[in-house]
């Protein structure tokens, strides 16, 4: 009953947010427009406002005249002067922290994090919470888990002061409704103080166990999910010492026999990416849990909360109320609008956010689905610009996800990555021998045409024989980048895999 009056709570707190966005659809130019002013109106005296004469702006034309489109290399001086203590640099706002996220190249990326910034992503959450109890309402009836990520290694600090970490889930909330959330998490949030990956994984399955009353599980990447379910059957022997003596036998049965929805009776909904390789995990969720919903989670990242999935649509509706949006059309190179939107073109997102990004391209693929309700409906389709690239060939995402195709979906794992002079293909449950992944490369022209040079050596094969889903995100995790941030590719451009993956080569 006490979750149920708390759920509810926030629906009260969240109304208000929803019925705006829901009136939002209908002005959609004067919402965004308002919301592109109001941030360089409040930055327009700090240092990159003035370079760009943010004060002598008063629409999103002038802006486009006045401002360049921009990517993370472009913001390095200023991030360096931040991290160095400077205020004022790209915003008036003071930096809360530096968050990491992955770069192209597999290094680091510093992202500041603002008061404003923290603000916009929670006008997106409190619509997508309002939206989602609106359509499975047993949902308010019990405990939440949303995905927590452990600390593993002490906050560093800039030489400025300035703490470099991650934000939680949790902590994009007000100040009311974490207090709210906290007593509805499954998982006690002090878990991510934990600073081995293996007491984070029995802490966290601990907890999950014991909780009789699971309606929600909020993860990032659904092979997260896979792990945790992977550890409780690898440790059910030594978890059963913490459950609770009166359930302790029938759990212990339910996980030997895989009925997770007879340990998690009332577990409505799980939300978790589904785009990209990600969707390849849906139907092993779902095979564990049949009677549950899986949901997938709008486009996000660590810079911007682009959109949110919204009733029982396909897709996922722009976040009208979050940032200020542009769209750069693939076919035609010109500039679109929240609100001038083409039906099946395919854009890549930009964004300028309260958090000193201004006209950042994010590399983010969408198409429009539809519009409906006056809403944009958008699917994600994938990045843009990533390429590996020795000696020229510039093997795309796209073109591995395209001629390997069947071999992803018949494997349990895929990921190719260069190596020296060569490419390795990493991969899990699938007979592919040297020769076989060669050819494939070799459609790529400009690949064939190095190997018949003698540029690049024949390709490689690497058989996993771990789990290398938790190897990934735990190599991930101790560089810095929070669990919530990891997204598994097909096309990796770092090169020392063959040491984090248990495995060996063909």
Known sequence: ?????????????????????????????????????????????????????????????????????????????????????????????????????????????????????????????????????????????????????????????????????????????????????????????????????????????????????????????????????????????????????????????????????????NLEVISCWLDGISSRYKNNIQNLFPDTYIEAKGVLSTEAFISLPFGDIEGSRISYLSHFYEFLNIDDNKIYYADNLLENNKYEVIVTTSGGLYRYRTNDIIEVVCKKQNQVVIRFVGRKGIFSDITGEKLSIDFVENIFKDIIHQSSFFMAAPLNDRYVIYIKDYALNKIDADRLLRQNFHFDYARKLGQLKETEVYILTGNPEKEYNEYHVKKGIRLGDIKLKVLSLEENWYNIFTGYFL
């Open 1 to 265: 009953m006490i979750n149920l009056l708390l759920n509810n709570i926030l629906m009260l707190l969240y109304k208000k947010d929803y019925y705006k966005y829901l009136s939002a659809g209908s002005n959609i130019y004067n919402v965004q427009q308002g919301i592109l002013l109001n941030i360089l109106n409040k930055n327009k005296l700090c240092k990159y406002g003035i370079e760009h004469n943010f004060a002598n702006i008063s629409s999103r034309e002038e802006y486009s005249l006045s401002v360049p489109l921009s990517e993370y290399d472009d913001y390095l001086p200023y991030i360096e002067e931040m991290k160095n203590g400077s205020k004022n640099i790209l915003t008036s706002d003071d930096i809360l922290l530096f968050e990491l996220t992955s770069g192209t190249s597999g290094g680091k990326k510093f992202i500041p994090y603002t008061k404003g910034l923290k603000d916009e992503f929670l006008k997106g959450i409190k619509v997508w919470i309002y939206s989602l109890y609106n359509k499975y309402p047993k949902v308010k009836k019990g405990k939440s888990y949303w995905s927590i990520t452990p600390l593993i290694d002490n906050i560093e600090y800039t030489k400025g002061g300035i703490p470099v970490g991650f934000e939680e889930d949790s902590s994009y909330f007000g100040i009311i409704e974490k207090h709210i959330i906290d007593k509805l998490f499954a998982v006690k949030n002090s878990i991510k103080k934990e600073k081995s990956i293996d007491n984070f994984y029995l802490k966290t399955t601990v907890d999950l166990l014991n909780c009789k009353n699971l309606t929600l599980i909020s993860v990032w990447s659904p092979t997260f999910l896979l792990e945790l379910i992977g550890y409780i059957e690898q440790n059910s022997d030594r978890l059963m010492q913490f459950i609770n003596k009166k359930r302790r036998t029938k759990i212990y049965n339910y996980i030997k026999n895989k009925e997770y929805n007879n340990i998690w009776p």
